[in-house]
């Protein structure tokens, strides 16, 4: 009787040395976004609606790209409010502003449909995605300078 206990605890032991995790990893939070100019947000933004078509039946990299897309969002509303306040022309200041709250509107629009993976829901952050992606490429098609090019 005493040898089967060891044995059995043995083979349960051994068993558990090979079992891996039975779950995901989940970030902790939002990875830093890097911008560095409009082209590069612009390109940035195209890789994530790939990325999003391309991650349609996988729930945990659906996770992981909406925290990025979240991400992308927040950082350039966080540039179009920086440069709201930094422009010098009348003009380029009230384009800004009109930016800034179209983004924050969608984000606004993305925080409702964020962690949600049906299709209606998928729909609407890929028109959202692509309605930043039109905010960021409006920038680069003004043809001011980059902000690390003031410098």
Known sequence: M?????VGAALSLSSFAFA????RA????????????????????????????????NPYAM???????????EAELAESRRDSRSEFGRRERREER????????IL????????????RAL????????????VAERDLRDGRPDRFSRR
């Open 2 to 6: 005493f040898k089967n206990l060891i």
């Open 20 to 23: 891996g995790p039975s779950h």
């Open 26 to 57: 989940v970030p902790v939070g939002p990875p830093v976004p890097v911008m560095q100019n409009d082209r590069f947000d612009v390109a940035q933004g195209r890789m994530l609606l790939r990325e999003l078509d391309m991650a349609r039946r």
């Open 63 to 73: 996770r992981d790209l909406d925290l990025r897309i979240r991400a992308f969002i």
């Open 98 to 105: 009109d930016s800034s709250r179209q983004l924050s509107r």
């Open 108 to 119: 606004s629009a993305y925080s409702r449909v964020e962690g949600r993976f049906g299709g």
């Open 123 to 134: 729909a609407e952050k890929r028109q959202l995605l692509s309605e930043a992606i039109d």
